[in-house]
């Protein structure tokens, strides 16, 4: 069989793994002009979708970003850095300069410190590998920062091309096309800029004569929790809006569960607060460490939901993992869910969160 080409993209058509780059329903190869899965949305349905790249399609993106002389803009969620930052990213972008843009805050409550979040963030990138040029917290949905970062990316980009990269879901449509409308008036940039012959799975849009600024398609990465949920549990999980604290005066041997999702067991230490950020709709649950064990395995899915049903077929087991906190307010870190804000820095806890992402702890944000 001779290979078929996307008329958008340019990537070679297959039908067999939907999740790839390049897949087309086989009905769709008699069509005049066959297009991917991925351009024929964009292009019918104004989506763009993510495909996780197979290894080939994978290396021959990275060999192109990095021959470039480019600017990277990785794109972040800040309600889920742990599953948006892409370990050892110069691997995939080569010597070119990096920006870290942490996207949706306005989910976060406003007392938090900024200048720490940004310091954290930093951090966090540094422990990925990523040395970043600078970084930026922006709503692209509230339009915070996007001016002051378009301004920044003119001074530092040298008139080279801009590449987008992010995992699934951190806002890069929304933010791409936020910045566009801003910088140059034009609306839904992602979709008018669907210009056929565009290089593998990029979607270029033109910033002036020579340049452009590049989307890269969604990488998919597992760690991510939004992988693992239904999409109604999602809208209870992914806060819509400002986060409100909860606050819980717990003794040693208590236990908060997160719907179902997370729980944090309060092992030793003082009575104290803990002060739990999360999406305002998911509901939280204290009971007694003893009892905490069978209310589980009794009301998973139902008292303790999210997860639902549909949830619950894909989710994973929970593991638990002791922590020891010695100074200070810390955050322990459910990635994709929220934090809780211990404020006495001498006590010992227990997380348990789905195998494969662990909490994490950090300098409290707020
Ligand atoms: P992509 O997969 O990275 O292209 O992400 P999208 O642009 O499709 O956005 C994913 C989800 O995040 C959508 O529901 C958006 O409305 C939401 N989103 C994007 N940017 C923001 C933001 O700045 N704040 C909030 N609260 N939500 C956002």
Redesign the pocket.
């Known amino acids: 069989m001779d290979h078929i080409y996307c008329g958008g993209c340019g990537v070679r058509i297959q039908t067999t793994d939907k999740e790839s780059v390049g897949y087309t329903p086989k009905s769709a190869l008699n069509r005049e002009n066959v297009l991917c899965q991925r351009c024929f949305r964009l292009k019918h349905y104004n989506e763009?979708q993510?495909v996780s790249i197979a290894d080939d399609d994978f290396l021959n993106m990275i060999a192109s970003i990095r021959k470039t002389n480019g600017l990277i803009v990785h794109i972040i969620d800040v309600f889920d850095v742990d599953g948006t930052l892409i370990n050892g990213l110069p691997c995939i972008t080569g010597d070119n300069p990096i920006i870290l843009v942490a996207?949706?805050v306005?989910?976060l409550p406003k007392s938090i410190n900024k200048r720490k979040l940004e310091n954290w963030l930093r951090a966090k990138a540094k422990e990925s590998g990523i040395k970043v040029l600078d970084v930026f917290l922006i709503?692209?949905?509230?339009r915070h920062g996007i001016a002051e970062l378009g301004k920044a990316l003119e001074n530092v980009r040298n008139q080279e091309d801009v590449y987008i990269v992010?995992t699934?879901?951190?806002?890069?449509?929304?933010?791409i096309n936020t910045l566009i409308e801003q910088s140059t008036g034009l609306k839904h940039a992602i979709t008018t800029s669907y210009f056929p012959g565009t290089t593998l799975g990029f979607i270029k849009i033109p910033l002036d004569e020579r340049s452009f600024l590049v989307d890269t398609p969604?990488i998919v990465n597992r760690k991510q929790f939004v992988h693992y949920v239904s999409k109604a549990d999602l809208k209870l999980i992914i806060p819509?809006k400002e986060i409100k604290p909860r606050i819980y005066q717990l003794n040693p041997g208590q236990t908060l569960f997160f719907g179902g999702l997370a729980r944090l067991d309060f092992l030793t230490g003082l009575q104290q607060s803990f002060v739990c950020y999360f999406s305002n709709q998911l509901p939280i649950h204290r009971t007694k460490l003893e009892k905490a064990d069978d209310l589980y395995a009794k009301h998973k899915g139902g008292l303790l939901s999210p997860p639902n049903q549909g949830t619950l077929n894909t989710w994973p087991d929970l593991t638990a993992e002791a922590y020891k906190i010695k100074d200070g307010k810390t955050d322990i870190v459910f990635p994709g869910l929220g934090w809780v804000s211990m404020v006495d820095g001498h006590l010992t806890v227990q997380a348990h969160t789905p195998e494969g992402i662990p909490a994490t702890l950090r300098k409290a944000l707020v």
Do not use: R
């Not at 699934?168 to 933010?175: A, C, D, H, Y």
């Open positions: 763009v993510d996207n949706k306005d989910l709503s692209s949905t509230k992010g699934t879901n951190v806002g890069k449509s929304t933010f969604g819509d």
